[in-house]
């Protein structure tokens, strides 16, 4: 939404992490692929984490506590509502934002005069790969 600031070195890292990643990551996972970059202490990750959550270029997947880059940095507030399809299979995490799911919660919120810090839905399921990789070893289930 707003201008892009600079990232510090640390948040710059971690980012190109989970940008590269083909699924999710936890927070240990990206310090592992970032000790050759001299990051050593997990509060290092989860400061930079921290600031790119904020600014909405990574999101959270609750369910499986890890992080994953948005993939339309800009098509979305940080505060809207953003919807996670995430393939137990293969693990890869499909994003989408969709303004009629988005606006109904909000229709719900005034309703209810409830104040929404944010909004995530995590979908789990298989994806289109997986389904058709699967498809014909098993017809009639
Ligand atoms: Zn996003
Ligand atoms: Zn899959």
């Known amino acids: 939404m707003s201008g892009r600031r600079a990232l510090t070195r640390n948040q710059a890292l971690v980012l190109e992490v989970l940008t590269r990643a083909d699924e999710p ?64 299979s293969c693990a890869r995490v499909f994003e989408f934002s969709d303004s009629a799911i988005e606006a109904r919660f909000a229709a719900w919120a005034v309703e209810k005069a409830f104040l929404t810090k944010s909004t995530t839905l995590e979908i789990s399921g298989i994806c289109a790969a997986c389904r058709s990789s699967a498809d014909g070893s098993n017809p009639s289930d």
């Open 25 to 88: 990551l936890s927070a240990y996972a990206i310090l592992d692929r970032l000790r050759d970059e001299g990051l050593r202490a997990p509060l290092q990750v989860y400061r930079a984490l921290d600031k790119l959550l904020e600014t909405g270029e990574v999101h959270r997947l609750d369910s499986l506590k890890a992080f994953v880059a948005c993939s339309h940095p800009h098509d979305h507030p940080c505060t809207g509502l953003v919807a996670f399809a995430i393939c137990e």
